[in-house]
């Protein structure tokens, strides 16, 4: 198989072969090169020392080089280059004590994780492939490379990271690999909490998200998201709902784009279901309030996974605004998108969207079309400019002072009231009518403290 490598790469290649090393690109950048992908990143293994990379290349930085990594540095793009090696005793089930170097590649490929990861490639040897990752490939297979448990006791975040890519992929696990998964899947205890977050990201935003229900399956979401776990445990006897809390969840996933907010959004957006699920006598079950109970939760969770202020932000939003009711007229519209924020309003349409496309067929023809009268209305608001918010008054809080009305407390509550008349006649939004406004109010509240 012939693989075409990046002009810096070969060089790199060149460079260690004329040394009398050996060296391949290797890993992820093989697979994806097999699979007609471009790869993110190039890595490249070589028989030579760390200091002996060092010599071979102008520009490097010591980003490993206890365990034989050194990154060298071509025309401002970085590339890893690690030694042959066989690794140590992993203490922390994620990093080895300490390793060995080698002159051996297939010792080097046999340390890796997946088949498919554990392949190598360079112009003269062309691809290598020890361990039969191309034929599970072809058969659509994540599978360890070696004994899964041994590959799973050294770093526990490989089983999360076989269901990313049996999700990016669209590959089965072996299942050798799977019953290796269920038996250990609690070391994942013992993984961080930004290494979980990094991989239940990709998990989300791939091609199959719902791939999530065999996290759930190999009790990797017991560990890592047990919230989940209840949801998948928690019934629907609704006429609104054919599935359990978890496989409407799971349904709805794939229903939005691959972005991670919006995914993170329908991954919580019913967290909280079943802290607040009821039963009726006839028997059906109703989640009163689950959307405050399940913003709260899922900032908790996110928090948990060390997620970053602005994506808590908006996925909390998502949670709590997703079933929320929004009036169809132009007045209903403008006030909500000012309740929820233009940031997150037009994320709602996929939302929604999804969420009734995981239900049972109840009156989806009719939720679907209220959804498309609403954003109908709001593309109109958003054609014609009309104002959202306080930044979109014709006026601000330095008009009203050169007015006459004093700094303070009673400039924020003006500007409040006038934002409510122009949500509701946008037509009135104009300097001279909020201004003619504020001077009638001025002279009432003279009135009334003459009085």
């Not at 060995?100 to 498919?116: C, K, N, P, Q």
């Not at 609704?238 to 939005?256: F, M, Q, R, T």
């Not at 991670?260 to 309030?289: A, S, Y």
Request: charged share 30%.
């Amino acid at each position: 198989m012939q693989i075409r490598l990046p002009d810096k790469v070969k060089r790199m290649i060149e460079i260690l072969t004329a040394a009398g090393y050996e060296a391949y690109a290797v890993g992820g950048c093989v697979r994806d090169s097999v699979l007609g992908r471009t790869p993110n990143d190039w890595d490249i293994t070589t028989s030579a020392r760390p200091e002996e990379t060092k010599r071979l290349f102008a520009r490097t930085v010591d980003t490993g080089i206890r365990h034989g990594t050194v990154t060298v540095l071509m025309d401002r793009e970085s590339f890893e280059v690690t030694t042959y090696r066989i690794d140590g005793v992993y203490e922390d089930a994620r990093h080895p004590k300490d390793v060995t170097f080698t002159a051996s590649l297939e010792e080097d490929l046999r340390r890796r994780d997946f088949t498919i990861n554990a392949m190598a490639y360079n112009d003269e040897s062309g691809l290598v492939d020890c361990f039969g990752g191309m034929r599970d490939i072809e058969l659509g297979v994540i599978r360890c490379v070696g004994d899964a448990k041994e590959r799973f006791t050294e770093d526990a975040l490989r089983m999360l990271r076989a269901v990313r890519f049996s999700a990016q992929l669209g590959y089965e696990i072996a299942e050798e690999t799977r019953a290796a998964i269920r038996r250990l899947a609690p070391n994942l205890q013992r993984i961080s909490a930004e290494r979980i977050q990094a991989e239940l990201v990709k998990l989300v935003t791939s091609a199959h998200p719902d791939d999530l229900r065999v996290a759930y399956e190999t009790g990797i979401t017991a560990q890592i998201l047990p919230e989940f776990d209840l949801c998948m445990r928690t019934a629907q006897n609704n006429p609104h709902h054919c599935y359990s809390v978890g496989e409407h969840i799971l349904h709805s996933l794939p229903a939005v784009p691959p972005d991670k907010v919006l995914r993170l959004g329908m991954l919580f957006h019913d967290i909280g279901k079943p802290q607040t699920r009821t039963v009726d006598e006839d028997g059906i079950t109703h989640n009163k309030g689950h959307a405050a109970v399940g913003e709260k939760m899922t900032r908790d969770i996110l928090r948990r996974l060390k997620f970053d202020n602005d994506t808590i932000d908006k996925v909390t939003k998502i949670v709590r605004f997703h079933d929320q009711e929004i009036s169809p007229t132009d007045s209903g519209v403008r006030r909500a998108v000012n309740r929820m924020g233009e940031d997150i309003f037009p994320l709602l349409f996929y939302v929604k969207r999804a969420d009734v496309s995981a239900q049972s067929d109840y009156q989806r023809e009719e939720k679907l079309r209220r959804i498309a009268y609403i954003e109908e209305l709001y593309q109109g608001i958003c054609r014609r400019k009309e104002c959202l918010g306080l930044r979109d008054l014709a006026v601000s809080g330095s008009d009203l002072i050169a007015l006459g009305i004093p700094a303070g407390r009673q400039i924020g509550i003006l500007l409040k009231e006038l934002l409510e008349l122009v949500l509701e006649e946008p037509a009135r939004n104009t300097r001279e009518e909020l201004l003619a406004v504020c001077r009638m109010r001025m002279r009432e509240d003279a009135a009334r403290s003459g009085q």
